[in-house]
T-cell receptor, first 112, second 118 residues
Framework: AQKVTQAQTEISVVEKEDVTLDCVYE???????LFWYKQPPSGELVFLIR??????QNEISGRYSWNFQKSTSSFNFTITASQVVDSAVYFC?????????FGKGTLLTVNP | DTGVSQDPRHKITKRGQNVTFRCDPI?????LYWYRQTLGQGPEFLTY????????KSRLLSDRFSAERPKGSFSTLEIQRTEQGDSAMYLC????????????????FGEGSWLTVV
């Protein structure tokens, strides 16, 4: 069975602070993919990143960076110099075959 | 806009009524998914189509739920005899099957259809 745990239910930071969202996953599959999605109040799930299980290179995209560590089954997401527009619920998800298993999400509030 | 579109965005219905949601996937995406999301939870898988074939249905999908994708393009999700427990956001998503990448296709979501059963 697949499982994704996002231990942080809510995080509140002040603008320009760095913030890291944690994600830990469980799977018995050797080939799998990990995703992060952003869900603003409008409801749409916005794709942020996809990472396969064979690629442990960290990735940076602007203010966003991701740290994939297979040894600890973690796929953490860091926002550098956070902005008010980053306020949303962030979901980590695991894909095996075609099905996504989501964590419960982390509500990030960035205060001005 | 060429993203996944869903209609209606919001629906309020009385218990016992039937409701239908429509999803138009991204053009040329042959895979289509329905997920359900309740407050404070992540989305949960309901069902999945590859072209017009419905290949898997979750146990969450009771007999009152039916999904179709008749021509392999748009899809509908119908809920019959709605119950208050059906209140949730119903999310549609699509992806393009790429040979050799069994689970790695990026899955794009629509804005969701909010259902409130009163």
């Amino acid at each position: 069975a697949q499982k994704v745990t996002q231990a942080q239910t809510e995080i509140s930071v002040v603008e320009k602070e760095d913030v890291t969202l944690d994600c830990v996953y469980e799977t018995r599959d050797t080939t799998y993919y990990l995703f992060w999605y952003k869900q603003p109040p409008s409801g749409e799930l916005v794709f942020l990143i996809r990472r396969n299980s064979f690629d442990e290179q960290n990735e940076i995209s602007g203010r966003y960076s991701w740290n994939f560590q297979k040894s600890t089954s973690s796929f953490n997401f860091t926002i550098t110099a956070s902005q008010v527009v980053d306020s949303a619920v962030y979901f980590c998800a695991l894909a095996s075959n075609y099905k996504l298993t989501f964590g419960k999400g982390t509500l990030l509030t960035v205060n001005p | 806009d060429t993203g996944v579109s869903q209609d209606p965005r919001h629906k309020i219905t009385k218990r016992g009524q039937n409701v239908t949601f429509r999803c138009d996937p991204i053009s040329e995406h042959n895979r289509l998914y329905w997920y359900r999301q309740t407050l404070g939870q992540g989305p949960e898988f309901l069902t999945y189509f590859q072209n017009e074939a419905q290949l898997e249905k979750s146990r969450l999908l009771s007999d009152r739920f039916s999904a179709e994708r008749p021509k392999g393009s748009f899809s509908t999700l119908e809920i019959q005899r709605t119950e208050q427990g059906d209140s949730a956001m119903y999310l549609c998503a699509s992806s393009k099957l790429i040979q050799g990448v069994p689970s790695g296709n990026t899955i794009y979501f629509g804005e969701g259809s909010w259902l409130t059963v009163v």
